[in-house]
């Protein structure tokens, strides 16, 4: 039994579109199920996946919440059927099914006749659907085998191979995170993940448009690489209009191929946010039957484009090697974050969801978003939302952790997605760096995989010939890297000789001080770009007690550990943070502790970096997002809230900064030195105070100087000795100020340190959706935060993470649908502080 389809048809010129999106049912076919369970024609939703069909029809639970996400294991480990049937007529020459995404392994049939077997989630997929469509009624099976199955089947064809997952993701091309990861659930789902529809088309279709867009002196200069789809023969003309700018070229009968240059005048750059505007200008190109002038035209296709040039400077120095990124001939310091699937179920993000992670993005300071190797190939919303935003991107290709097999056919599958991956993405101005991998050449040479492997391949092919060919043939304007980390080589092949995780050339991933030291241990690194770092901490409050219902909640309370993937991720935390503080015998004051040492932490490792530059260009914080709700490495977590470490990155990234860092061994003046960073074009100029005081706010020692920092530049200053070595340690801090902009050292950690308990007046001023919560020390407050989502989960506020000395104020704005009182968010589970978690 099956409903009719809805054909939601969208008509471009004499192209008429059909979306079949309702009226599909989904069944079990195969495998496992739970007793008694009906699991036949379960209505179901495309663009979809089983796990949220099942869901939505009450069959299962939430697999987010709670345990739910073990116990639905057999939902990947069977197999399962989508059905529709559409009605259909034929009105023109051609009609095609597309497909645009399948979640995995499926085989498709029209009207009982097999016509496509898929086997990669990340391609799409077009058939001729004309020989087997009928006048009438017509039926659409997909039918998808188990990834988990299909995966272990494939990885004994392939040969073991090493990964770092319980399933051989590497087997086959599924978004690796969705067989689970150190922060997301497994569920190796299965679905029509992404659009499908009818296209009926008639003489021929723009079957590719690829734009490269280049500037030359004040011109915008664009090459619209064009390919058509043909059902007959005739003569084409095709037109592309850009800033004002048109060309024309005809096809002549049987032509399949063409390039349309134009150029634009004096045209606006794309800059990454914080460098100039991110300017953007509509390409259109119409393809036509030639003796057709003035009819509509058979396709149309558009897109907004941005003019850039971008370049990769990796100068050899007495340091070693750089890794620099220049925007437009101007370097560009990368304040980055890592970028994750927005959700264990892809399809569920759509545009008003990637437009919120990327304004967070922007509110945390960020200029560059990696979308990493494990996830997917990010959306054109996405894409589209930091071209506006000038949000620089790094896509991955899809290779993580793992060694992967260069046999048939998977070396074609992959070279078949990457493809029209670049073809896709390129024309995006924002995308900068494509990248053949995730950690796989550190793998080779430093995980013991040479030995594991035994001689078998296990994806340098990939990333050190088929990849970088087709970058250079198809996205030109584009960056390349063979890996991430990677040292660059002398003839650009890989050496297995040389260590791709060389801090002093090219890029490094730290990740020994999150699963074995103190967080302190970055000032040890001077690398000259950092592509991933980070520390966990869990989600905000509110996410956290949505998604675990445990009584007692503790942190090793049943749903807790559901909820952290990591390897002895509790055990890192607590020994993450006992440098710092004592662990709390209390579940509010964990949490808040555990998030604060999170926030620290990286916010420590970002004012180091910067504090390098220009020896450092860099960094690329683990992670942004997340996908679920989960203790993990994310700034903003699974249900969209920010935690305090986007308030930390949000302070670390600001344009203009004040950090105090050791000197180094190569000062014996001081050991202290004050880094004002100008990442801004114009010069910052005034007095730079630099103070010791006690932490009940007295002046012991002070020193006052002029100084300027050019554009896009640093000031480094010794301390003088005086201000720089206490008297009393656990009393006292160093402040240094410029133009209003702050930094302090500490030296005691605020376990050891003389704070005093929370000492401050209140007042709050109520608006319409928006309270302004004043706070003023009366002794110093450290790192000051208002957790409003305590009190009403949709509450937001616009700043972390204050430290306040003693009479000085802050004022938090808090946005709230509902009315908060001062007493509420005064009160010690809302307010926090560092003072708070010292006894």
């Not at 790094?394 to 097999?405: E, G, I, K, N, R």
């Not at 600001?654 to 190569?666: E, F, W």
């Amino acid at each position: 039994m099956t409903e009719t389809v809805s054909l939601l048809s969208t008509d471009g010129a004499s192209m008429k579109r059909s979306a079949l999106t309702r009226g599909w049912t989904l069944s079990h076919t195969a495998g496992p199920r739970p007793a008694g369970t009906s699991l036949d024609h379960v209505p179901a939703a495309v663009p979809g996946t089983v796990h949220t069909d099942l869901l939505a029809a009450g069959a299962v639970g939430d697999p987010y919440l709670d345990a739910n996400e073990a116990q639905q294991a057999w939902i990947g480990q069977s197999d399962w059927r989508y059905t529709a049937s559409f009605e259909w007529s034929p009105r023109t020459a051609r009609t095609d099914l597309v497909f645009e995404g399948l979640d995995t392994v499926a085989t498709v049939r029209l009207n009982g006749q097999p016509f496509l077997h898929a086997e990669n989630m990340h391609r799409s997929y077009r058939v001729d659907a004309g020989p087997l469509l009928a006048e009438g009624t017509n039926h659409l099976t997909v039918d998808f085998t188990s990834a988990v199955r299909e995966a272990d089947r494939r990885s004994l064809e392939y040969g073991a191979r090493p990964h770092a997952n319980h399933h051989p993701y590497n087997s086959l091309r599924k978004m690796a995170c969705s067989f689970g990861w150190d922060w997301g659930p497994d569920t190796a789902t299965a679905g029509i993940w992404r659009p499908v529809r009818l296209e009926e088309w008639s003489t021929a279709r723009l079957a590719e448009v690829r734009p490269v867009a280049r500037v030359e002196g004040s011109d915008g200069l664009v090459e619209v690489h064009l390919q058509v789809e043909r059902d007959s023969d005739e003569p084409l003309l095709v037109t592309a209009t850009v800033g004002g700018a048109s060309s024309q070229a005809e096809l002549p009968r049987g032509a399949t191929a063409t390039v349309l240059a134009l150029r634009v005048p004096d045209v606006d750059l794309w800059w990454p946010r914080g460098h100039g505007d991110a300017a953007l200008y509509g390409l259109s190109v119409e393809l036509r039957a030639a003796d057709s002038a003035g009819t509509a035209p058979l396709d149309s296709w558009s897109r907004r484009i941005g003019f850039r040039t971008v370049a990769l400077s990796m100068p050899d120095d007495d340091a070693g090697t750089g890794f620099g990124i220049e925007i437009n001939g101007k370097p560009v310091f990368v304040k980055g974050a890592n970028w994750i699937p927005d959700d264990a179920f892809p399809h569920r993000v759509g545009r008003d969801r990637y437009a919120r992670r990327i304004e967070q993005a922007v509110g945390a300071g960020l200029n560059l978003l990696r979308v990493w190797g494990g996830g997917i190939y990010e959306s054109e919303d996405f894409y589209s939302l930091c071209d506006e935003h000038g949000l620089m991107t790094w896509q991955d290709f899809l290779f993580a952790c793992a060694a992967y097999s260069e046999d048939e056919p998977l070396r074609s599958e992959i070279d078949a997605e990457a493809r029209e991956a670049v073809v896709r993405l390129a024309a995006h101005p924002s995308l900068i760096v494509l990248n053949g991998n995730n950690e796989n050449l550190w793998g080779y040479t430093d995980w013991n995989w040479q030995f594991l492997l035994d001689g078998k391949s296990w994806g340098a092919e990939y990333y050190y010939r088929l990849l970088p060919d087709i970058v250079a043939e198809l996205a030109p304007h584009v960056l390349y890297t063979p890996g991430s980390p990677f040292t660059p080589t002398r003839n650009g092949d890989f050496d297995p000789s040389i260590e791709p995780n060389d801090p002093s050339k090219g890029t490094m991933h730290i990740w020994d001080l999150w699963n074995e030291k103190d967080y302190l241990h970055y000032r040890d690194y001077r690398p000259r770009f950092v592509a991933e770092f980070g520390w966990q901490g869990p989600a905000v409050w509110a996410t956290l007690t949505r998604a675990v219902g445990d009584d007692p909640l503790t942190p090793e309370s049943p749903g807790m550990i559901s909820h952290q993937k990591a390897t002895e991720g509790n055990t890192k935390l607590t020994r993450g943070l006992l440098p710092h503080f004592r662990v709390p015998d209390e579940i509010h004051d964990w949490h808040w502790a555990m998030q604060l040492n999170q926030a620290n932490a990286v916010r420590t490792g970002i004012e180091w970096f910067r504090s390098l530059a220009p020896h450092c260009t860099g960094s690329i914080v683990w992670q942004l997002n997340d996908c679920w709700p989960v203790t993990s490495w994310a700034a903003v977590d699974g249900d969209g809230r920010e935690k305090p470490l986007w308030g930390a990155l949000r302070a670390a990234n600001a344009d203009r900064l004040v950090t105090i860092q050791p000197a180094g061994p190569a000062s014996s003046a001081s050991p202290l030195a004050a880094v004002a960073i100008n990442d801004t074009d114009e010069a910052w100029e005034g007095e730079l105070r630099v103070a010791r005081r006690s932490l009940r706010g007295e002046t012991l020692a002070e020193a006052r100087t002029s100084v300027t920092v050019a554009p896009r530049s640093i000031a480094r200053l010794a301390i003088e000795e005086r201000i720089a070595l206490p008297e009393e340690p656990r009393s006292e801090m160093v402040v240094a100020e410029l133009g209003g902009v702050r930094g302090l050292w500490s030296f005691a950690e605020c376990r050891d340190q003389a704070l005093e308990p929370d000492d401050f007046s209140a007042e709050l001023e109520r608006g319409d959706g928006l309270a302004v919560l004043r706070i003023t020390a009366n002794t110093l407050l450290r790192d000051v935060t208002v957790l409003p989502d305590r009190l009403d989960a949709g509450a937001r506020v616009d700043q972390m993470l204050i430290t306040l000395l003693p009479g000085e104020c802050a004022e938090f704005r808090i946005s709230s649908g509902v009315p908060l009182t001062l007493e509420q968010l005064t009160s010690r589970e809302v307010l926090r502080t560092a003072n708070q978690l010292v006894r």
